[in-house]
């Protein structure tokens, strides 16, 4: 029996009713809630009808008995705190209530969710394009997107005026996003000549063998403070990233801020950031320097970069002490995590494989090495066409 569509309304006027090759028939309706049709299905027309009469009675009810008449701030809020404070890690949730402080309420916080539209949202975008950048954009799109569509599929508002905002192109932002700072080959040359020196005449920068360590392996900060000396093997060269130092701010049971920083131990930023980073003979030689120096002073810990206590270091002393060695040697501090720039940046020159540099950052996908390093791989192609002449 072929499938025949009824195209008509059904018997109460509302949807319409199609019979299906096996005799059942299907009603169609559009739920304003969710922004799209749905489908209502039963084995007789009169079924049907009933069934397509109680779904649209529900559509109806919660479309004009639950429309919030929330402000966007208190609603974005309520959101953060109600729905994502715990399906979200707690360094994600601070990200997103800063996102929505600093650029969500300023532009349309005083508006009623109810109220919104999607001009208003595409002007908070166009707006954002002239004064930041892409990448900031972008995490404003991350935030936005899934509370309106929360808020449509409750029955809050009616329909997701999401649905018609489109994200700027990276062309049309003004701000364009910074380039990626490394250590040069001569600062790196430079923390190679001084971190045995000044610490073997002075006792000064304990820690300066990890930060080397990082520029050969590529590790985030949070997983290198997390690091235990039990998950590294010597005799592979191997270390085995388990977990990650993570810093966020003190907040009470109702999510509030409290003032105030806590440091935990959390999984690693995503499921491929669990993984056995390969260690060269640099990288060795300097957590064997750092294990040296420990002995030396009497510091038991199983972390492998700790204080004098034995205690794991926090992320902000860490970049401290980084920052005075630079100032001490006479080069610019970058930021720490231009020491892991730096290594994908050499590693990619080196001409070791995408795919490959992408595993060892424990990337989550391949595109974000693709787009991070850009000006690496575009002067590759350069060089390989200056090989090809040659040929």
């Known amino acids: 029996m072929k499938e025949k569509d009824c195209n008509k309304k059904s018997t109460y006027g509302l949807g319409h009713v199609r019979q299906r090759k096996d005799g059942s028939y299907e009603g169609i309706l559009y739920d304003k809630r969710i922004g ?26 919660q479309e004009f008995g639950k429309i919030t008449n929330m402000k966007v701030e208190d609603y974005f809020l309520y959101w953060l705190q109600t729905f994502m404070a715990t399906t979200v890690k707690c360094t994600t ?11 969500v ?6 508006l009623k969710m109810k109220e919104v539209t999607s001009a208003d ?38 329909k997701n005026p999401m649905l018609g905002v489109k994200m700027p192109s990276k062309e049309s932002v003004v701000v364009q996003t910074k380039d990626i700072e490394i250590y040069s080959e001569e600062d790196l040359k430079r923390m190679e000549e001084t971190y045995l020196s000044l610490y073997e005449e002075k006792h000064l920068y304990r820690l300066s063998p990890m930060y080397l360590f990082l520029a050969h392996t590529g590790m ?11 998950d590294v093997n010597l005799k592979n060269n191997t270390a085995t ?16 801020y409290i003032g105030g920083y806590e440091t935990k131990m959390m999984n690693p930023k995503t499921r ?37 206590d034995g205690v794991y270091v926090h992320s902000r002393s860490f970049d401290q002490e980084l920052d005075r060695w630079c100032k001490r040697i006479g080069i610019e501090f970058k930021g ?33 090495t693709l787009n991070t390093y850009t000006h690496v791989l575009e002067s590759q192609k350069y060089q390989a066409v200056e090989l090809l002449e040659a040929l």
């Open 36 to 61: 799209r049709t749905v489908s209502v299905s039963a084995k007789t027309q009169t079924e049907l009808n009933k069934r397509m009469k109680e779904k649209r009675k529900e559509i109806l009810t």
């Open 336 to 368: 720490l995590h231009a020491l892991r720039h730096s290594f994908a940046t050499r590693a990619i020159a080196a001409g070791v494989p995408i795919k490959v540099v992408s595993e060892l950052l424990g990337h989550a996908d391949i595109k974000i």
């Open 105 to 110: 309420i300023p532009r349309i916080g005083y």
């Open 272 to 308: 491929t950031s669990n993984r056995t980073v390969y260690l060269n003979t640099k990288a060795v030689s300097h957590l064997q320097e750092m294990k040296r120096r420990n002995d030396e002073l009497g510091i038991e810990s199983e972390y492998v970069v700790c204080n004098r």
């Open 93 to 103: 949730y601070d990200k997103h209530e800063q996102v929505i402080r600093n650029h």
């Open 241 to 256: 990233i388990r977990s990650s130092l993570a810093r966020y701010k003190k907040r009470d049971e109702n999510m509030q």
């Open 121 to 158: 949202l595409q002007k908070m975008f166009n707006d954002l394009s002239k004064i930041r950048a892409y990448s900031t954009i972008k995490k404003v799109m991350e935030v936005v997107r899934p509370c309106f569509k929360h808020a449509a599929l409750t029955g809050d508002i009616v």
């Open 220 to 230: 985030r900060r949070g997983e290198l403070l997390a690091l235990k000396w039990k």
